[in-house]
């Protein structure tokens, strides 16, 4: 979701071809969010809230992951103007199986890391 309207139309679809080899390759029920900055949309000041507590709340708003009650979710968190990246992973995900072959280091080093470079 690009709560910072950032994202082309193939950005966008580049993310939903990651969450579809997510869980191809780890089963996981994979969201990636991308926001400018933790604020509020009533109030133009920044939120009390760590991007780790923001991560965590949408998870759980979301029920990322539930389906079926696997909590097999994870979401995957970019705050722009912080240059933070949060992980929140569900307790029914073995966090080695999401970082199988490689897969979540390389995806978050190729898609954010690099982007917050860039900026």
């Known amino acids: 979701m690009d709560l910072a309207q950032q994202l082309t139309g193939p950005n966008q679809r580049q993310l939903a071809r990651l969450s579809a ?3 191809q390759v780890t089963g996981a029920d994979v969201r990636f969010v991308l926001v400018d900055a933790l604020r509020s949309p009533e109030v133009t000041a ?3 809230i760590t991007p780790r507590a923001y991560a965590t709340n949408l ?3 979301w029920r990322v992951g ?3 009650e ?3 979710g994870v979401l995957v968190l970019l705050v722009k103007d912080a240059r933070r990246v949060e ?3 569900g307790s029914g995900l073995d966090a080695t ?3 199988k072959n490689g897969w979540c280091a ?3 080093e190729r898609e954010a890391v690099r982007r917050f470079t860039e900026a």
């Open 46 to 48: 920044p939120l009390a």
């Open 106 to 108: 390389a995806t978050l």
């Open 87 to 89: 992980v929140v992973v």
């Open 97 to 99: 199986a999401l970082n």
């Open 66 to 68: 539930s389906r079926g």
């Open 70 to 72: 696997k909590n097999n």
């Open 21 to 23: 080899d997510a869980a």
């Open 59 to 61: 998870f759980n708003h």
